[in-house]
T-cell receptor, first 109, second 113 residues
Framework: GENVEQHPSTLSVQEGDSAVIKCTYS??????FPWYKQELGKRPQLIID???NVGEKKDQRIAVTLNKTAKHFSLHITETQPEDSAVYFC????????WGAGTKLIIKP | KAGVTQTPRYLIKTRGQQVTLSCSPI?????VSWYQQTPGQGLQFLFE???????NKGNFPGRFSGRQFSNSRSEMNVSTLELGDSALYLC????????????FGPGTRLTVT
C-alpha cells in the first residue's frame, strides 16, 4: 500500500532563514498532496496543497514543489518567523489520505 | 459556517471500560475521518465514513469501531479500554472527494487509568 516518508523529524532554523521539509511517497497513482500545520495545543490546518498536474505552487512565504518522476514533494518556508514554529504534516492520496510522520519546526530567535 | 465539533472534549476512563466519542462535521460535508494522536506521534488514521458507510480503515484492532448517521454526524467507540488508548482523538470532515481539505475538530482528550 501507499507509504509516505517525511524528513527531517525535527528541524531547527534561525529566524529569517529558510526551512525545507521533504516527503516521498510510494504510490505513483497519488494525485493530491496537502500540507498541514499543527501549532502546539491546536488542531491541524491546511496551509497549502498541490495536485499532480502542477509542479510548484506558492502562497506568500510558503511554497510546495512536486517531482512526480522521483515521487517526492517538498515544503519550502522562506523568511521564517516565530509563528512558523509548529509540527508540519505532509500527506498523499489517490483514494485514501496517507500521512507522513510529521516534522517539528523550531524557529530560533 | 460552523466548524467541526467534538464531544466530549475531555474524558477519563478506567481500563476495561468502553467509551463513545462524537463528531459533528461541517454542514454539507459527507466524509468524517478519525485519527489518534499520541505525544510525539503523528496522525494515526483510524477510519473514514462517507454517506454512512465505512470507506477506509487503518490498522487498529477491532476494539475501535465507528458509525455515521444520516445527518453525517459520526461516533467512534472503543471497547475494553487499555492504558495505551490514552490519546487525543481527532475527527476531520470534508466533502469526500478525496482531493479536498480536511477540517479538523478540536479533539477529545481521552485518559485511561
Amino acid at each position: 500500500g501507499e507509504n509516505v516518508e517525511q524528513h527531517p523529524s525535527t528541524l531547527s532554523v534561525q529566524e529569517g532563514d529558510s526551512a525545507v521539509i521533504k516527503c516521498t511517497y510510494s504510490d505513483s497513482a497519488s494525485n493530491y498532496f496537502p500540507w498541514y500545520k499543527q501549532e502546539l495545543g491546536k488542531r491541524p490546518q491546511l496551509i497549502i496543497d498541490i495536485r499532480s498536474n502542477v509542479g510548484e505552487k506558492k502562497d506568500q512565504r510558503i511554497a510546495v514543489t512536486l517531482n512526480k518522476t522521483a515521487k517526492h514533494f517538498s515544503l519550502h518556508i522562506t523568511e521564517t518567523q516565530p509563528e512558523d514554529s509548529a509540527v508540519y504534516f505532509c500527506a498523499a492520496t489517490n483514494y485514501q489520505l496517507i500521512w507522513g510522520a510529521g516534522t517539528k519546526l523550531i524557529i530560533k530567535p | 459556517k460552523a466548524g467541526v465539533t467534538q464531544t466530549p472534549r475531555y474524558l477519563i476512563k478506567t481500563r476495561g471500560q468502553q467509551v463513545t466519542l462524537s463528531c459533528s462535521p461541517i454542514s454539507g460535508h459527507r466524509s468524517v475521518s478519525w485519527y489518534q494522536q499520541t505525544p510525539g506521534q503523528g496522525l494515526q488514521f483510524l477510519f473514514e465514513y462517507f454517506s454512512e458507510t465505512q470507506r477506509n480503515k487503518g490498522n487498529f484492532p477491532g476494539r475501535f469501531s465507528g458509525r455515521q448517521f444520516s445527518n453525517s454526524r459520526s461516533e467512534m467507540n472503543v471497547s475494553t479500554l487499555e492504558l495505551g488508548d490514552s490519546a487525543l482523538y481527532l475527527c476531520a470532515s470534508s466533502s469526500g472527494t478525496g482531493l479536498d481539505e480536511q477540517y479538523f475538530g478540536p479533539g477529545t482528550r481521552l485518559t485511561v487509568t
